[in-house]
């Protein structure tokens, strides 16, 4: 079964003998720079979420378009935030697009960052396509 097909995030193992990690996840940080909400990895709920995404998304018409419950997508950021279980065989692809993009909106500076996106703009706008292709796979 892969990790998309779990309706719920579960964290806990055999290592966890006194059950302190049981029902806790990864807490999801929103309005944190990038390398600071992914420290570790990306968090198992945002995860599952970009699972659910991948999955349902091309299904769907205007998936990042059309946009999610929004009493849903609050309680589902809150969750996230507190690092509680997230059952998401409930929650629509909507919704789930819209959490994902909620937290990309609340990235400082963006996913590249305001100095990476600067020089990414810089090497589009070169009229060399050899030296743009260089630039992106060094």
Same mark, same amino acid.
């Given at each position: 079964? *892969?990790?998309?097909?779990?309706?719920?995030?579960?964290?806990?193992?055999?290592?966890?003998?006194h059950?302190?990690?049981?029902?806790?996840? %990864?807490?999801?940080?929103?309005?944190?720079?990038i390398? %600071?909400?992914?420290?570790?990895?990306?968090?198992? *709920?945002?995860?599952?979420?970009?699972?659910?995404?991948?999955k %349902?998304?091309?299904?769907?018409?205007?998936?990042?378009?059309?946009?999610?419950?929004?009493?849903?997508?609050?309680?589902?950021?809150?969750?996230?935030?507190?690092?509680?279980?997230?059952?998401?065989?409930?929650?629509?692809?909507? *919704?789930?697009?819209?959490?994902?993009?909620?937290?990309?909106?609340?990235?400082?500076?963006?996913?590249?960052?305001?100095?990476? %996106?600067?020089e990414?703009?810089?090497?589009?706008?070169?009229?060399?396509?050899?030296?743009?292709?260089?630039?992106?796979?060094?």
């Amino acid at each position: 079964m *892969t990790v998309a097909a779990y309706g719920m995030v579960i964290c806990g193992g055999q290592d966890d003998l006194h059950g302190r990690y049981r029902g806790r996840i %990864e807490k999801v940080k929103f309005g944190v720079p990038i390398n %600071e909400a992914f420290s570790h990895d990306i968090p198992a *709920t945002l995860l599952v979420l970009l699972l659910k995404v991948n999955k %349902e998304g091309p299904l769907k018409k205007d998936i990042w378009r059309a946009p999610g419950n929004a009493a849903q997508v609050r309680k589902l950021s809150h969750i996230m935030q507190h690092g509680r279980l997230v059952n998401i065989s409930n929650i629509s692809v909507y *919704t789930a697009a819209s959490v994902i993009k909620k937290f990309l909106s609340k990235l400082p500076g963006g996913i590249f960052g305001s100095e990476n %996106e600067q020089e990414l703009f810089g090497i589009v706008q070169q009229p060399d396509n050899d030296q743009q292709r260089n630039v992106f796979c060094r």
